[in-house]
């Protein structure tokens, strides 16, 4: 069955980056795009970006443009999602999750990134 | 870029009910990628529809969709206990490549 196990929860300070990552599994990774999703708590979910796995194309929110970076590694079936600059705001759960039919068919646990001084 | 509008923002009801959950964008949109997800506290969002109103895989056959204009509503037939929870609506803009999120809906039990 499809799987994407991401990596555990970070505590980091403002101004500094984040990097998390998502290891997929159970379908052929080449086939999907691997998209990157927050959710601040008692928040709506908030669409980040998005890679090809096939091709590492990317394409990004105009919100996170700038600061996120979202990429993958082929050989270990595992996509990255680094968010720079980090701020207060950026406190939230990250979820990665399969693209599919212009949607989101299978997600991540989650990751808790955590921004405080 | 387009905005979708959850309504209501709570709706109680008991098990056995129907529940009719509403999710408006703000203009029309250049495909059908409209899809519906549920979540749990503590859980990642769970693909109820996607397509409008297709079935996810594993959903049961009382949730539905259907679309009229730019109204986009998610129905469940018969509420179970498993089916309270907040469902958010998600479209797909293909001419921007962008995807965006509704506010949520908290279906709770009465």
């Known amino acids: 069955q499809v799987?994407?196990?991401?990596?555990?929860?970070?505590?980091?300070?403002?101004?500094?980056?984040?990097?998390?990552?998502?290891?997929?599994?159970?379908?052929s990774f080449m086939s999907n795009a691997i998209h990157w999703v927050r959710q601040a708590p008692g928040q709506r979910l908030?669409?980040?970006?998005?890679?090809?796995a096939a091709n590492g194309y990317t394409t990004y929110s105009e919100k996170f443009q700038g600061r996120v970076t979202i990429t993958r590694d082929t050989s270990a079936t595992t996509a990255y999602m680094e968010l720079s600059s980090l701020t207060s705001e950026d406190t939230a759960v990250y979820y990665c999750a399969r693209g599919a039919n212009g949607g989101f068919d299978s997600w991540g646990q989650g990751t808790l990134v955590t921004?405080?001084? | 870029e387009i905005v979708l509008t959850q309504s209501?923002?709570?709706?109680?009801?008991?098990?056995?009910e129907r529940?009719?959950?509403s999710c408006r964008a703000s203009q029309s949109l250049s495909s059908s990628y409209l899809a519906w997800y549920q979540q749990k506290p503590g859980q990642p969002p769970r693909l109820v529809i996607y397509d409008t109103s297709r079935r996810a895989t594993?959903?049961?056959?009382?949730?539905?969709?259907?679309?009229?204009?730019?109204?986009f509503t998610l129905t469940i037939s018969r509420l179970e206990p498993e089916d309270?929870?907040?469902?958010?609506?998600?479209?797909?803009g293909r001419s921007l490549n962008m995807y965006t999120f509704g506010q949520g809906t908290k279906l709770d039990i009465k």
């Open chain 1, 115 to 117: 921004v405080s001084s």
């Open chain 1, 3 to 27: 799987q994407l196990v991401q990596s555990g929860a970070e505590v980091k300070k403002p101004g500094a980056s984040v990097k998390v990552s998502c290891k997929a599994s159970g379908y």
């Open chain 2, 84 to 92: 309270f929870a907040v469902y958010y609506c998600q479209q797909f």
């Open chain 2, 8 to 16: 209501p923002g709570t709706l109680s009801l008991s098990p056995g």
């Open chain 1, 46 to 52: 908030e669409w980040m970006g998005w890679v090809h």
């Open chain 2, 58 to 71: 594993g959903i049961p056959d009382r949730f539905s969709g259907s679309a009229s204009g730019t109204d």
């Open chain 2, 19 to 21: 529940a009719t959950l």
